[in-house]
């Protein structure tokens, strides 16, 4: 079934729904929060080290509003407005003001949730939960996506050289998406587009469709997801990222098994992950090891020798149910003229090995 078409009569039914409410509650509202601060040091070969106050090292550093109102008939409307911050510089983190998330949201238990505005791609929603390291700090897969002028691919290929080009990864703006109900026998799925509105790819406007399928029992889950956009600069096609993943518990540990892949014109970009989160006393080890294979060709620009591969580890140990402490260790090993690098390392090390470390502290409100 066509995405537009499913998407809008899911809206019309939810708002239908509404109309013939006729019980109605007071809205609540909640401001929440991440304050997350470490000591960052990273080496790149040939470079030197470099130390930084970092902010973000184990969750990003964000603040938020969030609402929520019953409408009787098993209805509700909500709101969610969520901005990241550089907690070492009190600064915004993005271009927008609620760069992480600006929607509103109609929903009921028998038609799912239709919502509006800026949110999450599926694939980045799915490999987030892949991700030990929450997508962030110097052990965090997305070290592995760079669209740098000395790292060609098909990131590069698509989105040009401006990181905030890399928007349809995580990102985007005038969406619309379904979510499917719970209580579909463990199955669940999602429906995401956007509109581009004439913006320019480095404004994050972008043409977006994708979806997630996925089925969630107690000891184990499975998740298909797929995001495929266009801006001004995908003259050769639409950009393809394709994500699947496996997890699940292993004695104490949750272990998952992930694959991402995203094609451009005749470039690709395959990143494996493996990971584990192990419980200790008050406190969680993790590991990753994430492997990126490039193949074909952007232009005359062969892709095959330029792999890298990261090992993360790290520690998380709970203080309180909001406040923790934490360490992270990660190493790349770049192959060919590859170039990615630890967070806030400095210089090209295209061929070389960078290696970061940091501590820090965590505390949610």
Same mark, same amino acid.
């Given at each position: 079934?066509?995405?537009?078409?499913?998407?809008?009569?899911?809206?019309?039914?939810?708002?239908?729904?509404?109309?013939?409410?006729?019980?109605?509650?007071?809205?609540?509202?909640?401001?929440?929060?991440?304050?997350?601060?470490?000591?960052?040091?990273?080496?790149?070969? #040939?470079?030197?080290?470099?130390?930084?106050? *970092?902010?973000?090292?184990?969750?990003?550093?964000?603040?938020?509003?969030?609402?929520?109102?019953?409408?009787?008939?098993?209805?509700?409307?909500?709101?969610?407005?969520?901005?990241?911050?550089?907690?070492?510089?009190?600064?915004?983190?993005?271009?927008?003001?609620?760069?992480?998330?600006?929607?509103?949201?109609?929903?009921?238990?028998?038609?799912?949730?239709?919502?509006?505005?800026?949110?999450?791609?599926?694939?980045?929603?799915?490999?987030?939960?892949?991700?030990?390291?929450?997508?962030?700090?110097?052990?965090?897969?997305?070290?592995?996506?760079?669209?740098?002028?000395?790292?060609?691919?098909?990131?590069?290929?698509?989105?040009?050289?401006?990181?905030?080009?890399?928007?349809?990864?995580?990102?985007?703006?005038?969406?619309?998406?379904?979510?499917?109900?719970?209580?579909?026998? #463990?199955?669940?799925?999602?429906?995401?587009?956007?509109?581009?509105?004439?913006?320019?790819?480095?404004?994050?406007?972008?043409?977006?469709?994708?979806?997630?399928?996925?089925?969630?029992?107690?000891?184990?889950?499975?998740?298909?997801?797929?995001?495929?956009?266009?801006?001004?600069?995908?003259?050769?096609?639409?950009?393809?990222?394709?994500?699947?993943?496996?997890?699940?518990?292993?004695?104490?540990?949750?272990?998952?098994?992930?694959?991402?892949?995203?094609?451009?014109?005749?470039?690709?970009?395959?990143?494996?992950?493996?990971?584990?989160?192990?419980?200790?006393?008050?406190?969680?080890?993790?590991?990753?090891?994430?492997?990126?294979?490039?193949?074909?060709?952007?232009?005359?620009?062969?892709?095959?020798?330029?792999?890298?591969?990261?090992?993360?580890?790290?520690?998380?140990?709970?203080?309180?149910?909001?406040?923790?402490?934490?360490?992270?260790?990660?190493?790349?090993?770049?192959?060919?003229?590859?170039?990615?690098?630890?967070?806030?390392? *400095?210089?090209?090390?295209?061929?070389?090995?960078?290696?970061?470390?940091?501590?820090?502290?965590?505390?949610?409100?």
């Amino acid at each position: 079934m066509n995405a537009h078409i499913f998407t809008l009569s899911a809206a019309t039914a939810l708002l239908a729904s509404g109309l013939a409410t006729s019980s109605f509650a007071q809205s609540s509202v909640t401001v929440f929060g991440v304050a997350d601060a470490s000591l960052r040091s990273v080496s790149n070969s #040939g470079f030197g080290t470099l130390r930084t106050l *970092a902010s973000g090292g184990n969750s990003t550093s964000r603040f938020g509003f969030r609402g929520r109102e019953d409408l009787g008939s098993e209805l509700a409307a909500s709101f969610h407005l969520e901005a990241g911050m550089r907690l070492d510089t009190g600064t915004n983190a993005g271009t927008q003001f609620f760069d992480r998330r600006s929607t509103v949201s109609l929903s009921s238990k028998a038609w799912g949730e239709v919502r509006l505005g800026r949110d999450q791609v599926p694939t980045h929603t799915a490999w987030l939960r892949a991700d030990p390291f929450a997508f962030v700090g110097v052990a965090s897969t997305g070290n592995l996506q760079s669209v740098t002028a000395s790292n060609p691919g098909p990131l590069r290929a698509a989105f040009g050289t401006t990181p905030s080009a890399l928007t349809p990864l995580s990102r985007v703006g005038n969406s619309v998406q379904w979510i499917a109900p719970g209580g579909l026998g #463990g199955f669940v799925g999602q429906v995401f587009v956007a509109a581009r509105e004439g913006g320019k790819s480095v404004e994050g406007a972008h043409k977006v469709r994708a979806m997630q399928l996925g089925y969630e029992a107690e000891m184990v889950y499975v998740t298909l997801a797929t995001t495929e956009s266009e801006n001004d600069l995908t003259t050769a096609g639409r950009f393809k990222d394709r994500l699947v993943a496996v997890g699940g518990k292993l004695g104490g540990a949750t272990v998952t098994v992930g694959l991402r892949s995203f094609a451009y014109g005749n470039a690709r970009q395959d990143n494996t992950l493996l990971a584990a989160v192990v419980p200790f006393g008050a406190g969680q080890f993790k590991a990753s090891w994430l492997r990126a294979n490039l193949s074909g060709a952007v232009g005359a620009v062969k892709l095959g020798a330029n792999d890298a591969q990261q090992w993360g580890l790290g520690y998380v140990h709970s203080l309180s149910r909001r406040t923790a402490l934490y360490g992270t260790w990660s190493r790349i090993d770049n192959d060919g003229s590859a170039n990615f690098i630890v967070p806030d390392g *400095a210089g090209s090390i295209a061929g070389r090995t960078s290696t970061g470390w940091e501590v820090g502290m965590r505390h949610t409100f």
